[in-house]
């Protein structure tokens, strides 16, 4: 496969974990990659590379020479030297996120806020937000049952309503399904495995579930039967055709993503499942064999 620059062909074709993070342990380099990163942002897509004295300019140092250095010790890993100048390379641009999204350095605190909509397991219309240790929580504090609990950024919170945030929660957990039923990791892009497991905690209230694994870093999402359904053409159709919406009501509120109301085990060995998916209209029946979807008929 062809390599991002032309000029890396002498690299090592991997670097040990412990000496990336040692080339990133010096202030002077994480304010080098943020002022690299933020200078080609401003300048927008496409713009030229980076003069040296232009990145000097966005680093609390005066000395050229320690600058200089600690510019080298970046290079070819983190930041790209052209004729013109620098630009950040895809890791230097990984890591000013992460810093952005205030996954390393910032906390937020959300303590059991009413939300709007109503429990699909008894119907009350007295649902719970909390956030902690890095998870949104949802619950619903009539029938005491938790609907989801998922890691979210703490930089999801900045300059955004509850509303809005919830609706971020939202998306973002579906688009990480989407990601992994396509066998693509929404952490690392990696190969993802399904499967399904029993391996789950007795408050979540499930016999089984499909799982999906990261083979690189372990990284893993764990829906319900149900929720596999929520972005297939024939299910998008059949909604679509009756005027609605599975994307309206955040998931936590359809009972076909959290219980297994309307799932079916048929077999153990091999894992068979059927899962039946409600409109006012009708219905469709799903099969699922292991974690994928095979079949999906109209009833």
């Not at 609390?60 to 200089?68: K, L, Q, R, V």
Request: with cysteine; net charge negative; proline share 7%.
């Amino acid at each position: 496969m062809p390599t991002e620059e032309a000029d890396t062909d002498d690299e090592e074709p991997t670097l040990p974990p412990t000496e990336a993070f040692r080339l990133l342990s010096d202030g002077t380099r994480l304010q080098t990659l943020q002022g690299l990163v933020e200078l080609t942002d401003a300048a927008g897509y496409g713009s030229d590379p980076v003069s040296f004295s232009a990145l000097h300019a966005q680093v609390d140092t005066d000395d050229s020479a320690h600058f200089n250095y600690h510019l080298q010790e970046l290079r070819d890993r983190f930041v790209e030297h052209t004729g013109d100048g620098y630009r950040a390379r895809y890791p230097a641009r990984k890591v000013v996120r992460a810093i952005r999204a205030g996954t390393f350095t910032e906390r937020a605190a959300l303590a059991d806020e009413p939300i709007d909509g109503s429990c699909p397991q008894c119907g009350d219309a007295d649902l719970r937000v909390s956030y902690a240790d890095e998870k949104l929580h949802v619950r619903c504090a009539a029938c005491e049952t938790g609907l989801t609990s998922n890691d979210f950024p703490p930089g999801g919170f900045a300059e955004r309503s509850l509303d809005d945030v919830l609706f971020a929660f939202d998306r973002l957990v579906r688009h990480r399904v989407s990601f992994a039923t396509d066998g693509v990791c929404p952490e690392c892009t990696a190969r993802m495995d399904g499967h399904v497991t029993t391996d789950i905690p007795p408050e979540w209230g499930y016999e089984a579930l499909p799982a999906f694994d990261c083979v690189r870093c372990d990284f893993s999402v764990l829906p319900s039967f149900g929720m596999l359904l929520l972005d297939h053409p024939d299910v998008v159709a059949f909604h679509r055709n009756r005027g609605e919406d599975l994307r309206e009501p955040p998931f936590w509120e359809l009972a076909l993503c959290v219980s297994d109301r309307y799932t079916t085990i048929e077999s153990r060995e091999p894992w068979r499942v059927t899962v039946r998916v409600p409109g006012e209209e009708g219905e469709l029946v799903a099969s699922v064999e292991g974690a994928d979807v095979v079949d999906v008929l109209a009833e």
